[in-house]
């Protein structure tokens, strides 16, 4: 989508600004070459603001990995250091937080963003730099496209938008679907273009399509238009913060039909916010802390041993990102930019918490799995996975 006028200049300032020679190792403390110094990496994230959640869930994972692979001795002999800024949320903020990452800090590689904008936001700096970054959870497929420097770790939003639609048409036997999406927001752009021309490629009909702005209080509007045209099912490629008011007024107007979205639902403040009005409704994600899986088991265990609760997909998702750069500085022997470049390019077969990592041509990763969880008595379960040969769940639904 359109990004606003701030936003393109505070990225075109970055740009100019960091337009300096690629950084290489330096002898400090933090960057130096022997075995002593640590090695600085960057975080950036949503620590604050409208998907403060998001970050926070990223933030834990990563320092979560982190010590772990620095308390079983560091990589290759050197300690992992994270430095963390909070971008409030916000695109422009993504940008400056970055510039002073890579400028100031001198940071080998960055980490983060959650939500698509923020990302493509700061993806051109890095890549002006020659300075990995990995977003752990950024499902716009334009985030990696930005550069070869710029790697994820989640499958893309036309997997997920495409694998939604066909298992509410085919699996579920729902024809008739209403979308509500966040016009501000790249991400729910985005997800809605690749639902919606997948579900009318396979018959389905979209009844209607409303937008809103992510942080308005009053959706009834829109609903109301949806209301007229009885759809089965509203389809809201959102964030948590709003999509928990739209299913309040959705009931409140005597909408009972079921509201189903992506990723970007992921959040313990969804059902805080959104209570029984959620109940039946389900979202697209990469993992589920139940799956019996040896890795999640341990990874989930580790975390409610630290933290005190169960971690979502976005720490998931961060925690396999953490670890990923760490093999790869490791394969690396190095942290210069063009080396931890093609290291992190190289992974493949990395058993991960959100499945077996194989980064393709594209710097994406190829084959991964994608679970659908419900809402069931005020509590999350998991309704299907769909595999990535097709969109046939692998597990019956509730």
């Known amino acids: 989508m359109k990004r606003n006028l701030l936003v393109a200049l505070t990225c075109a300032l970055a740009l100019a600004f960091l337009g300096c020679p690629p950084k290489t190792e330096s002898t400090g403390t933090t960057t130096s070459s022997g075995a002593e110094g640590e090695i600085l990496v960057g975080e950036y994230g949503s620590l604050t603001g409208g998907q403060a959640t998001f970050g926070n869930s990223t933030h834990t ?141 396979i018959g389905g009909q979209i009844v209607a399509t409303q937008s809103f702005t992510s942080g308005d209080a009053d959706f009834r509007a829109q609903l109301t238009a949806i209301r007229t045209t009885n759809p089965q099912l509203i389809y809201i490629p959102a964030y948590y913060n709003d999509v928990g008011q739209i299913a309040i007024q959705a009931r409140d107007l005597g909408m009972n039909m079921p509201l189903a979205g992506g990723d970007g639902w992921e959040s313990p403040k969804l059902i805080e916010i959104g209570g029984k009005a959620l109940e039946g409704c389900f979202y697209s994600n990469h993992y589920f802390p139940g799956d019996p899986d040896p890795a999640v088991r341990d990874f989930v265990e580790k975390y409610k041993q630290r933290y005190g609760a169960t971690p979502d997909a976005l720490a998931a998702l961060a925690y396999d990102a953490a670890r990923v750069l760490a093999e790869a500085i490791k394969r690396a022997g190095k942290t210069d930019g063009p080396a931890l470049r093609d290291a992190i390019a190289q992974t493949k077969g990395f058993k991960g918490v959100t499945g077996t990592i194989n980064l393709g041509p594209d710097r994406n990763p190829e084959g991964k799995t994608l679970v659908i969880v419900e809402v069931k008595n005020l509590a999350l379960a998991l309704k299907a996975k769909v595999e990535p040969a097709g969109a046939a769940p692998a597990t019956g639904t509730h």
């Open 61 to 201: 994972a990563i320092m979560l990995a982190v010590d772990g692979i620095n308390a079983a001795g560091g990589v290759n002999g050197r300690k992992i250091r994270i430095q963390t800024e909070d971008d409030q949320s916000k695109a422009e903020e993504a940008a400056n937080t970055v510039t002073k990452l890579i400028s100031q800090d001198r940071v080998v590689a960055v980490l983060g963003e959650v939500a698509s904008s923020n990302s493509l936001a700061a993806a051109p700096i890095c890549q002006a730099n020659k300075v990995p970054m990995i977003t752990p959870s950024s499902t716009n497929p334009s985030v990696t496209q930005k550069g070869d420097y710029i790697f994820r770790m989640c499958f893309l939003d036309d997997y997920q938008g495409a694998a939604m639609a066909r298992y509410i048409h085919n699996t579920l036997g729902l024809n008739k679907v209403a979308v509500l999406i966040d016009n501000k927001s790249d991400y729910s752009t985005g997800l809605a273009k690749y639902f919606t021309e997948a579900f009318t490629s």
